[in-house]
């Protein structure tokens, strides 16, 4: 899952490093702030913070840990997100965004060891927005639908296991999302969203649900996002 996230994060790199050259070279020197770009393909991508709500992974967590080292509920968590959009009418777009947040814990217990638990999410999504645009700016409004896929890697260093646990459901998407012009092409991007992800109880290869004392985790999560990045406009 580790080297999953970290092949995300390059890939999101090597786009923003080819958005980034391909409109310096297109654009040379001009400084002109770009028009409105009403029937255009997008592409972007960036990183975002997120305040994320896991009760149930978080119920189950506290099963684990020692007494006086109890987590809250809202925990912050990583997003990596790029996508692609393409206008359907003068006000509408409609696309397709790829979303993949992670969270890790270290879990003291009482004489156990340690419990390290790793979590990620995958998160393809369709959306629609409502856009209003001006001379060098874009806002948009919508959100989206789509399923989304998760897993737990815990590890024990008192019992010496390394075991894998996944999950999958649908997630739901509503953003605000703010753009403006570096240039004709490359737009700078914000978005502020809210995620709600229904996930199942994560289980591992041999069908063992993911559970302490009771206890089931579940990835099913509610959280409140604020992303950063890049768009390009063809």
């Known amino acids: 899952m580790k080297k999953r996230c970290a092949g995300f994060v390059a890939a999101m790199l090597v786009l923003f490093l080819g958005v980034g ?12 702030v770009s028009m409105l770009r009403t029937s255009s393909l997008s592409v972007y ?11 149930g992974m978080v119920n189950y967590l506290n099963t684990l ?11 912050t968590a990583v997003i990596f997100f790029g996508g692609a959009a393409l206008p359907v ?13 992670f969270k890790s814990y270290t879990i003291p217990t009482y004489g156990a060891g340690t419990y390290t638990v790793f979590y990620d999410l995958t998160m393809p999504t369709a959306t629609a927005h409502y856009v209003i645009g001006g001379n060098g700016y874009f806002l948009k409004f919508g959100g989206g639908l789509g399923y ?15 075991t894998t646990y996944t999950s999958h459901g649908v997630g739901i ?4 999302i703010g753009q403006t012009a570096f240039d004709e092409h490359l ?18 290869s041999r069908g063992d649900m993911l559970q302490n004392h009771g206890q ?9 996002e604020l992303e950063f990045g890049l768009t390009y406009y063809f």
Do not use: C, H
């Open 216 to 224: 089931s985790a579940s990835l099913s999560l509610f959280a409140a």
């Open 173 to 176: 998407k509503a953003d605000a």
């Open 65 to 75: 840990a020692d007494p006086s080292q109890q987590l809250q509920n809202f925990a």
């Open 45 to 55: 991508a960036g990183m975002g913070v997120g305040l994320a709500d896991a009760p």
């Open 21 to 32: 050259t391909s409109a310096a070279q297109s654009e040379g020197g001009s400084s002109g």
């Open 187 to 204: 737009y700078a991007y914000i978005s502020g969203a809210l995620r709600w992800d229904l996930m199942g109880s994560p289980k591992d």
């Open 148 to 162: 989304t896929g998760g897993s737990v890697e815990q590890k024990s260093s008192f019992y010496g296991t390394d």
């Open 89 to 101: 009418s003068d006000s509408w777009e409609a696309g397709l965004e790829y979303a993949y947040l």
